[in-house]
């Protein structure tokens, strides 16, 4: 699945029709307030202009401080799936529960540093959880794989719970760590800068990824 930080920020709505004709299953919007990280990048109005260039559904990353005041406007603005941060909100499992009353999938990320355990409480209220394989702010990073025992652990709580809940990882996913990311329980996997630097273009780089990635997931049984 395309993030959409590394594309042409002067042309987001033919970006986005482009990736849905190169066969994306959904856009995830990178959201960031300049305070919860370094980087300022989409309001909701940004996506709103975006929402009618394609049916492809979109998912907010809520890289921000206090989502919850935001949530409703991204909702407004097209996105289908909310993903908030566990670190970056008083009450996570409240969160969560005003994502579900607004029509929305809601969705909790965590940070390199954010043991599993702060979101133990909450996997049944989520559509799915996101490790960040890198510190969120930027793409282009170096993939974090000391990430992979963390997804373990969620897949393995997933489903011995029994729960519906996709594992997202996001941060230098591309051919040479989409493997050991499926391997660990990952089944939702993002790529920006893997996507935006193939040779060949946009299409052949999401066929390329979306084989490696169901190959992937496909070994990891
Ligand atoms: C970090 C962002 C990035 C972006 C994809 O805050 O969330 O991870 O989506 O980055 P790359 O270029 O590593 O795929």
């Given at each position: 699945?395309?993030?959409?930080?590394?594309?042409?920020?002067?042309?987001?709505?033919?970006?986005?029709?482009?990736?849905?004709?190169?066969?994306?299953?959904r856009i995830q919007w990178d959201v960031m307030d300049g305070r919860f990280v370094p980087n300022l990048t989409f309001g909701p109005d940004v996506i709103a202009a975006c929402r009618d260039r394609t049916d492809v559904?979109?998912?907010?990353?809520?890289?921000?401080?206090?989502?919850?005041?935001?949530?409703?406007?991204?909702?407004?603005?097209g996105c289908q799936m909310l993903i908030?941060?566990?670190?970056?909100?008083?009450?996570?499992?409240?969160?969560?529960?005003?994502?579900?009353?607004?029509?929305?999938?809601?969705?909790?990320?965590?940070?390199?540093?954010t043991p599993p355990e702060s979101v133990r409480y909450v996997l049944e209220l989520c559509d799915m959880v996101l490790v960040m394989t890198v510190n969120?702010?930027?793409?282009?990073?170096?993939?974090?794989?000391?990430?992979?025992?963390?997804?373990?652990?969620?897949?393995?709580?997933?489903?011995?719970?029994?729960?519906?809940?996709?594992?997202?990882v996001d941060g230098g996913i591309g051919p040479a760590t989409i493997s050991g990311a499926a391997a660990s329980g990952a089944n939702v996997l993002v790529a920006g800068s893997a996507l935006?630097?193939?040779?060949?273009?946009?299409?052949?780089?999401v066929t390329e990824l979306r084989d490696q990635a169901t190959t992937a997931v496909g070994q990891a049984g």
């Open positions: 699945m395309p993030s959409v930080l590394p594309a042409d920020f002067s042309r987001l709505g033919e970006e986005c029709a482009a990736l849905a004709d190169a066969g994306v299953d559904p979109f998912e907010a990353h809520l890289m921000v401080e206090a989502p919850e005041e935001l949530a409703h406007l991204y909702v407004e603005a908030v941060h566990a670190e970056s909100t008083k009450h996570l499992h409240r969160t969560l529960g005003s994502i579900r009353d607004l029509g929305a999938q809601p969705a909790v990320a965590l940070n390199p540093s969120p702010g930027f793409g282009g990073q170096a993939y974090i794989s000391e990430m992979e025992p963390k997804v373990a652990t969620l897949r393995r709580w997933i489903t011995d719970a029994g729960l519906n809940c996709d594992i997202e935006y630097k193939d040779p060949e273009g946009l299409a052949h780089a």
